[in-house]
């Protein structure tokens, strides 16, 4: 029997995650400009059209993923090997090149135009995560802690500065991150605040020239992170919108680059990094999902496929032989989770949505938000958890089984061992959220589906079947 996975998506640093990571992000409402505004369109529910994704080279994005840099401006290298002792990668990462070769995966390093060697986060930090003792390119990272407010690590590194150059490069990032910070904070691991995020850089920069400015340009979001769970990159092939709730529509690579906005103040930029990440939207397209790397049940897994067939295959698509995904967007009425995230992205968003709209960013692509979300593609859903777009429902058991999920939960550790039964990480239910836990420390971990944006509602199809048929349809998500 093989040793169950660990999984060592441990929190580090926020000098490590201060800046926002690609791809990943969900910004999907923008601020606004422009004299003949766009018309802002809502979607229905229904199913989403394709669109034509830009040619790219697949061999030529995994390198550029790998060594280049969508965020640009960060710390200058000599003061983060003096502030941090610069540690050895953790994971062997084959393609990663001269600086890069020496830096923990989530980190990126970038020679700016004055010459300085700075040190920057990646698509990877949010975008891979290890399983079973390997580094898996495109699995979302759940483990990560954006508890600690970064602008603390920032001041504290930026004393390690020396030198009129690296004095001169450091503030490009420092003043960046301080003005974002409220929104790169939320008090649960896990829950992924690149949606603020975003929302925040748009508010400072202007969508026509993408100039930044030190004062908002327009009302700032909320500073209320609401959760939500990075989903895997293997799907985006088949996914014709990037985000749960249909935004992201057209052509992706501009919606995708939306990280670059941390330090991106011109067109002529933001061309540049559109340019190559077109072939790492190609390389993005060719993942493969991980296979289940334990025994199954083929003869129960048939038995579940007949029940997926019958039950899921609506909104999920079929798989194998005449494989089938519909790119679904299933109304709040229907499916019932949690509304917060996609009445968000339309509730008072039409300023927003046109600063997408009229910005270099969406000039060949389209944000259209929706009051739902999509069914998402399943593969490789096993190694996913948690599930639902926030992340409330530890595995898929309790997804399809409403009476399983915990009101309050954490995970059993920083290092869980994988649950091969409920087909997700092994976690402890709580009598009682946060405030059972005197330290900080302890309450990051608690996940309370009781919070706004938080809850584990919906989604219930489940509870129409026997515990066996239950048993059967685990069994053959187990082979996608």
Request: proline letters at 8%; hydrophobic letters at 45%.
């Given at each position: 029997m093989p040793t169950p996975p660990t999984n060592r998506r441990s929190s580090r640093s926020h000098l490590a995650f201060a800046l926002p990571l690609a791809a990943g992000i969900l910004a999907l409402v923008l601020s606004a400009c422009g004299e003949q505004p766009p018309e802002v369109v809502i979607a229905e529910p229904g199913e989403i059209p394709p669109a034509e994704q830009r040619p790219g080279d697949p061999a030529a994005g995994r390198q550029a993923l790998l060594n280049r840099a969508v965020v640009t401006c960060g710390l200058p290298y000599s003061a983060y090997k003096a502030s941090t002792g610069a540690p050895a990668p953790e994971y062997d990462l084959p393609g990663r090149e001269g600086r890069n070769a020496e830096l923990p995966y989530q980190l990126t390093a970038h020679t700016a135009d004055s010459g300085v060697e700075l040190i920057t986060s990646n698509c990877?930090?949010?975008?891979?995560?290890?399983?079973?003792?390997?580094?898996?390119?495109?699995?979302?990272?759940?483990?990560?802690?954006?508890?600690?407010?970064?602008?603390?690590?920032?001041?504290?590194?930026?004393?390690?500065?020396?030198?009129?150059?690296?004095?001169?490069?450091?503030?490009?990032?420092?003043?960046?991150?301080?003005?974002?910070?409220?929104?790169?904070?939320?008090?649960?691991?896990?829950?992924?605040?690149?949606?603020?995020?975003?929302?925040?850089?748009?508010?400072?920069?202007?969508?026509?020239?993408?100039?930044?400015?030190?004062?908002?340009?327009?009302?700032?979001?909320?500073?209320?992170?609401?959760?939500?769970?990075?989903?895997?990159?293997?799907?985006?092939?088949?996914?014709?919108?990037?985000?749960?709730?249909?935004?992201?529509?057209?052509?992706?690579?501009?919606?995708?680059?939306?990280?670059?906005?941390?330090?991106?103040?011109?067109?002529?930029?933001?061309?540049?990094?559109?340019?190559?990440?077109?072939?790492?939207?190609?390389?993005?397209?060719?993942?493969?999902?991980?296979?289940?790397?334990w025994p199954i049940d083929q003869a129960l897994a048939d038995d579940g496929e007949r029940l997926f067939n019958r039950e899921c295959k609506e909104c999920h698509g079929r798989y194998g032989r005449g494989e089938h995904y519909p790119n679904k967007l299933v109304g709040l009425d229907e499916v019932g989770t949690d509304p917060a995230m996609a009445n968000a992205a339309v509730d008072d968003a039409e300023d927003y949505i046109r600063w997408f709209e009229t910005s270099f960013y969406g000039r060949h692509g389209d944000a259209v938000p929706g009051r739902g979300y999509i069914a998402p593609p399943l593969d490789g859903v096993w190694a996913t958890a948690p599930y639902l777009h926030n992340g409330s429902v530890p595995t898929i058991a309790a997804l399809l089984d409403t009476s399983k999920r915990p009101t309050y939960w954490r995970h059993d550790g920083a290092e869980p061992d994988y649950d091969q039964a409920a087909l997700g990480w092994r976690y402890r239910e709580l009598d009682q959220g946060r405030e059972q836990f005197a330290s900080l420390e302890a309450q990051k971990w608690v996940y309370d589906t009781t919070r706004r944006g938080y809850g584990n509602q919906g989604h219930d199809f489940g509870d129409e079947l026997t515990e066996p048929e239950r048993t059967a349809l685990l069994e053959y998500l187990k082979t996608l």
């Open positions: 990877l930090g949010c975008h891979a995560a290890p399983l079973n003792g390997e580094l898996v390119i495109g699995l979302g990272n759940e483990f990560l802690d954006f508890n600690a407010d970064p602008v603390m690590d920032v001041e504290a590194a930026g004393a390690y500065v020396e030198g009129d150059a690296e004095a001169a490069a450091w503030p490009d990032w420092a003043d960046r991150i301080a003005a974002i910070a409220p929104w790169t904070m939320t008090d649960t691991v896990g829950a992924n605040p690149a949606q603020a995020i975003t929302l925040a850089l748009m508010a400072h920069r202007d969508p026509k020239t993408l100039a930044w400015s030190d004062e908002p340009l327009m009302e700032l979001p909320p500073t209320e992170v609401l959760p939500v769970s990075v989903p895997p990159w293997w799907n985006l092939d088949k996914k014709h919108a990037v985000f749960y709730n249909g935004q992201g529509r057209g052509d992706h690579v501009g919606t995708m680059i939306l990280a670059s906005t941390t330090c991106t103040d011109s067109v002529a930029e933001a061309r540049e990094i559109d340019r190559w990440f077109t072939d790492v939207a190609a390389y993005l397209a060719t993942l493969e999902a991980p296979a289940y790397p």
